[in-house]
């Protein structure tokens, strides 16, 4: 099993930058895709950015040009950088790890969830 802690949520103001720390349990290089989701009340669980084991990026339209995603492999951690926040950027945000498997569909993994508050 993978198990993923995210950190890093908080109260942040409208224009401010939080960065999301992911912890993974094992070598993320072994890990096919890693990546944030969010979810807010009421909303439905959307994708905000993946990297995959061979560091290529996607992320959600909106998204660009405000977060970044990243690793450190030799940490196992995945990073999300947000910046310019809106307040429509509140949510829980979740770290996600899929491994591709030749014998069934992919295993998902999935972290606690982290806070993120950007107020006014």
């Known amino acids: 099993q993978v198990q993923l802690v995210e950190s890093g949520g908080g109260l942040v103001q409208p224009g401010g930058s939080l960065r999301l720390s992911c912890a993974a349990s094992r070598n993320i290089f072994g890990i096919d895709t890693m990546g944030w989701y969010r979810q807010a009340p009421g909303k439905e669980r959307e994708l905000v950015a993946t990297i995959t084991r061979g560091g290529s990026t996607n992320y959600a339209g909106f998204m660009r040009g405000r977060f970044t995603i990243s690793r450190d492999l030799a940490q196992n951690t995945v990073y999300l950088q947000m910046n310019s926040l809106k307040p429509e950027d509140t949510a829980v945000y979740s770290c996600?790890?899929?491994?591709?498997?030749?014998?069934?569909?992919?295993?998902?993994?999935w972290g606690q969830g982290t806070q993120v508050t950007v107020s006014s």
């Open positions: 996600y790890a899929s491994i591709i498997s030749a014998y069934g569909p992919p295993r998902d993994y």
